[in-house]
């Protein structure tokens, strides 16, 4: 397991994906044909619900299937893996988000992030963006984190752990091309005259990542590598 960094989240939270329940579920979804055999079948595209969750403010089922146009909301201790389109969601507890509809009712074109935690895993596509109150991503196909620190005055924090993504934060757009997470601060007011500053690699693993690029038929940068960086947030491998 590759070694991580925590601020205010604990251990367990962070290691959901070493769990029995989460390790089954994962390998039902995929030996069931994932998305295409679960739409098909009329199934629910959720993969694992641990806790409570709200589905437009009514408690999900882990029956139910989430859709673009939905709004979800879990709740303490909670944990939420679901898949839309070529796209794949692990939701944190404590956290709210909405899904708005692309093209088609199964194509997500914007993530928007509220409160709390998601990390996200998107294949190939255009016209994609995760919004938060400080920072837009424009997503092209890529692995990301993101977590609004509530302890922190809301500060926007965002990783882009594999990909390439169009930042755009107040005044300020830069592209974030990364091999091995690079994390951004987005700040609401320019800091020495800049609204995105360098961060570390926070709150996520690398195994998340896999386990969710997994569930699409993906894999990371890192695995197709067969090397790691030193997760400094810097975005860079070890060569």
């Not at 044909?33 to 882990?62: K, W």
């Not at 404590?94 to 928007?112: I, K, P």
């Amino acid at each position: 397991m590759t070694a991580h960094l925590l601020t205010s989240r604990s251990e367990k939270e962070i290691l959901w994906y070493q769990r029995r329940d989460a390790l089954k579920a994962a390998a039902a979804w995929l030996a069931m044909g994932g998305l295409p055999a679960a739409m098909a079948q009329q199934r629910s595209n959720i993969v694992q619900l641990t806790g409570d969750a709200l589905l437009n403010g009514a408690r999900l089922d882990p029956l139910q299937s989430i859709q673009t146009g939905d709004d979800i909301q879990t709740g303490p201790g909670s944990n939420l893996v679901f898949v839309i389109g070529n796209s794949s969601f692990q939701v944190r507890q404590n956290s709210r988000l909405a899904v708005e509809r692309g093209a088609t009712l199964n194509a997500v074109s914007l993530l928007r992030l509220l409160t709390g935690a998601v990390a996200s895993v998107w294949g190939k596509g255009v016209n994609r963006a995760i919004v938060m109150p400080t920072l837009t991503a424009g997503i092209r196909g890529t692995g990301v984190y993101a977590e609004i620190f509530a302890e922190r005055d809301n500060r926007n924090y965002f990783c882009n752990c594999y990909g390439t993504v169009d930042m755009d934060a107040g005044k300020q757009k830069l592209v974030s091309q990364a091999d091995y997470h690079q994390a951004f601060w987005a700040d609401a007011e320019a800091k020495n005259g800049v609204f995105l500053t360098p961060a570390q690699a926070l709150n996520h693993t690398d195994e998340e990542l896999e386990f969710l690029a997994r569930l699409i038929d993906q894999r990371t940068t890192w695995q197709i590598a067969g090397r790691k960086g030193n997760k400094d947030g810097s975005g860079k491998m070890t060569y």
